[in-house]
């Protein structure tokens, strides 16, 4: 709901051409907010119907956050979106090839794929292999 | 006649394209791309779509056939792949495969896996040449009706798309779907507009102003989230069973045409329908013939017709899926929306102005995909025991090397950094949506549809001088209004009932005495 007004809104800001909301910009956008808006009060109205508000706060209550929290599968899906976060980061100021055995050196021992060094081996190879395949072979441009 | 005429004009077409396309440049690409595919397909995690999104960037320096011809490829072969590791490991290699695990599997414990691998493989062949006979022969009778769509129509066209997609890939509460569909919409609403060049919602980012690129953003949404929600999940497998024999005997097959045809026409119906994609029309097709065959109670217990219905039908969606993306710009799956955005960079606009502006472009794909087909049977027969080797490598050394990949996917097209944050972003919404058991097929369609759909209701409104009745009267889009209707009164009842069972389920679990 939150998202369809602010839509709503930033569409109401737009520039009117020719005196006419109906071929403007704004319209569209207009129109989704007032969607979203509409779908929001849906989705609310039934679980709030379904006990919501209660279930709401025990959701966001302490002890489910930890629970949450402290979960291997959300660690581990938090821990490599990290990792990725990172290597994005690092892309824009060191080159592929290092960036991406970096990467994936720390991806593979995190995951325990193989022994250090043979994750170390591999990291190498691949980077290696895809930045020449890509850049000399292909001849794509490469980040 | 016209329409005879046209078929024939059609078929000669595409018979000149399959000549033109024999060449050992075209050939390679078409092998190579299948294999790839093919490995990319059996490899559990990676789907269809992610095959696309990995290859899509080696497309960028081809010439457009040899484009065409590559992706195609890689997209027949991806959904044949998943088979392998469906039969063998019982986890489909792509979602596609799901519905072949119930009997494949069973058949690889009975020691009889290769001969399902090479039913299976049969049954993608005969799936895939069904549904480009369809696509050949349909497609211009679509051509025709499309012509005839106005402004109104187009629009209605893209808001229907986005609702049913949201109703089938939502399964059981489509107002999640809708709500997917309608964010893809709003995103599409990011940069210039078309009708006055007006920057919308940028938020001071230069970059923003030529909208959201698609590739980034489908590699994001596919890509990564995927990575991410397959490798958080701890998943033990073993192979069970040899490969043994791979083709079966001819005699076995005859018994399953009636099941094959039919599959058939449900694979391309749902590849028709827009992005619908190919898990759904495997699980329908697998779910009709258990109840329509005589041998039904067989299902689930190792039968080849349940491999059959599965793996027909799945292929089949590959044609179906180009009937809407060649002539109306609609994708019918996901991967078919890769395709979609790859050939865009070539400059072909897919549309009811294709058959003027790129006459030859149907027929090319027609004999693309008929090549691509072959080059699946021939590789999936042939190298069914190495297939099955490469399910032996763990997914924690295979999967993270696809991460590179994607980021030279975003970066490759616009040769921009800000195209590869674009990814991330899309990555990490499409992992929360996955999370929170968000459909992300309507995102995609709509990011696709967004710019169609608001130019065409304001260019609409314009024709009309903003007079909403006269857009009531016209019959095409009379029909379209009346099965968006029928999608919202259908998907709201669903709504609730999902929502009532699941309240009086957890009623009845309440009600349970406590067992301390």
Redesign the interface.
Known sequence: MT?GAA?AI?ALK??V?ND?L????????LI?GG??VL?GF??LR?ASK?GGRGQASRIVGTENLRAFAASP??R??MT??LF??L??MA??HIP?LWA?IA??IV??TY????KLHWNVA?AVA??WA?AFA?SDL?????? | MDILHLLADETIQVGYALLGALTPKILALIFGGCLLGLVVGAIPGLTATMALALLI??S??MELDGAVAFLLAVYVGAVSGGLNAAIMINIPGTPSAAATCLDGFPLAKQGKGGLAIGTGIIASFVGTMFSILVMIFLSPLVYMIALKFGHWEMFLLALFGIMICGSLSAGKDP?KG??VG?LG??TA?VGM?Q??A?P??TFGFLQLKGGIPLIPALIGVFG?SE???V???EVAYKIEGRVGKVIPPLREFIPLIPSAIRSGIIGVIIGAIPGAGEDIGSWLSYDIGKRRSKKGHLFGTGSYEGVVCSEVANNAVIGGAMIPLLTLAVPGSPPSAMFLAAVWLHGVRPGPMLNFENPGFLPLVAAMLILGSVAMLFWGLSLAKPMVAILKI?R??LL??V???T??GA??GG?R?FD??LM?GF??LG?ILRQMDYPLAPLVLGIILGPL??TS???A??QSR?AILPLLERPIGIILMLCVAWLIWTGIRG??RY?AE??AREAAEDDLPDPQ
């Open positions: 998202f839509l930033a737009m520039r051409f006419s109906l071929i403007s910009p704004g319209l569209f956008p989704l969607v979203f779908l849906f989705l039934s379904r599968k959300v581990k899906g490599l979106l990725i976060v290597y994005v892309l824009g592929f991406s990467y994936l991806t593979f995951l325990k794929a193989m591999l691949a980077a895809i890509f292909f001849r794509i441009p490469m980040p | 960037n080696l960028y320096g107002l809708w709500i309608f919409f709003a609403m507009e009708i006055f007006y919308r919602l990564i990575f991410l929600a490798l958080q999940e763990k924690e050394i993270p090397i991460i590179p990949l980021v030279i970066y490759a040769v950094i590869v944050y991330l990555g990490v992992y759909a608001d209701f304001r260019r409104l314009q903003g709504t609730q929502y699941q309240a």
